[in-house]
């Protein structure tokens, strides 16, 4: 998606040869126009998969997701990282383990909101290793319900996250693929040369 990889690069902070800040337009402050784009291209490569809900994962997936579910016209259900009063029975969880944060958070979404037999599209910001999808998509099975595909902002192709979950059978679609971080540039995958 040109828009999206514009703003990567115009935008975009390389932090090491694996971590890419994006906290200007995605995962702090939200640029909300490019968010519906992104929003429109997601449903338009879901449109026939007959998706009924869409599960993310808090907090930088929200935006992205509620995007799409404008489109596509269904609700949204974002997994929570910590506990809380409110959400304490008939849970639906999963471990996962953050590489930027460096810690593992169980998630949880409530069983009332993924019902069997939903069509459960996840979308999330980042896949690097694929603990966070790993996660979402053990939550759609413990509904039994159908992971309908997988939708990725940026995916880090030189991780191996995308390779497992594609070699699970998932559908996975990423919106930027990034090859390298290498030497402080932004890469894409299938392009010739830096674009930066």
């Known amino acids: ?43 338009n490569r879901f449109k026939e998969a007959k998706v009924t809900k869409i599960l993310t994962i808090e907090s930088s997936g929200i935006a992205p997701a509620v995007m799409t579910a404008l489109t596509l016209n269904v609700p949204v259900i974002f997994a929570r990282k910590r506990k809380s009063l409110t959400l304490i029975d008939d849970l639906l969880t999963a471990p996962i383990y953050s590489f930027t944060k460096k810690e593992t958070n169980e998630i949880s979404v409530s069983n009332k909101f993924i019902e069997a037999g939903d069509q459960v599209l996840i979308i999330d910001d980042f896949l690097a290793n694929g603990e966070a999808a790993n996660g979402l998509v053990t939550i759609v099975k413990e509904a039994n319900a159908h992971v309908a595909g997988i939708g990725i902002v940026i995916e880090k192709s030189f991780q191996n996250g995308g390779k497992k979950l594609r070699e699970l059978g998932y559908r996975v679609e990423s919106l930027a693929k990034i090859q390298t971080l290498a030497n402080g540039k932004v890469n894409f995958a299938n392009e010739e040369a830096p674009l930066k």
């Not at 514009?6 to 971590?19: A, C, F, R, Y």
């Not at 800040?21 to 939200?30: A, M």
């Open 1 to 43: 998606m040109k828009a999206l990889k514009d703003k990567i690069l115009t935008e975009g902070i390389v932090l090491s040869d694996h971590v890419l800040k994006v906290d200007s337009f995605l995962n702090h402050q939200i640029d909300p126009f490019l968010m519906m784009e992104i929003g429109k291209e997601f449903a």
